[in-house]
């Protein structure tokens, strides 16, 4: 079992930056593959970007992929989201999750988590 917490968000202002992080607890991080998603009010939840373990298969969603970098430090069993140039339609709550290696099937695509943080919120506004 793997527990997620994440942190980092905030109210910022069009143009600004993030940076997200989801701590990680329970086991060791190695062998999981992080996810980052995003669900704003009245949508569907979104996949973001994911990263292994070796960071060669980070893969994002087109709209993010020049603005939003995904990392990990294994070490510390953390994994972040750096987010730039944010703008109002980036606002959301923002989730991190988790799946085994054994069990990866995709990146972008929620259902394939099954370990979940609580989200932290992103407002984008002046």
């Known amino acids: 079992q793997l527990h997620l917490v994440e942190s980092g968000g905030g109210l910022v202002q069009p143009g600004g930056s993030l940076r997200l992080s989801c701590s990680t607890s329970g086991s060791s991080l190695e062998n999981w593959v992080i996810g980052w998603f995003r669900q704003a009010p009245g949508k569907e939840r979104e996949g973001i970007s994911c990263?292994?373990?070796?960071?060669?298969?980070?893969d994002a969603k087109p709209s993010v992929k020049d603005r939003f970098f995904t990392s990990r430090d294994n070490a510390k069993n953390m994994a972040y989201l750096r987010m730039s140039r944010l703008t109002p339609e980036d606002t959301a709550l923002y989730y991190c999750a988790a799946v085994h290696l054994s069990k990866y099937r995709g990146c972008l695509n929620p259902q394939v988590y099954d370990h979940w943080g609580q989200g932290t919120q992103v407002t984008v506004s002046t």
């Open positions: 990263i292994t373990l070796t960071e060669t298969l980070t």
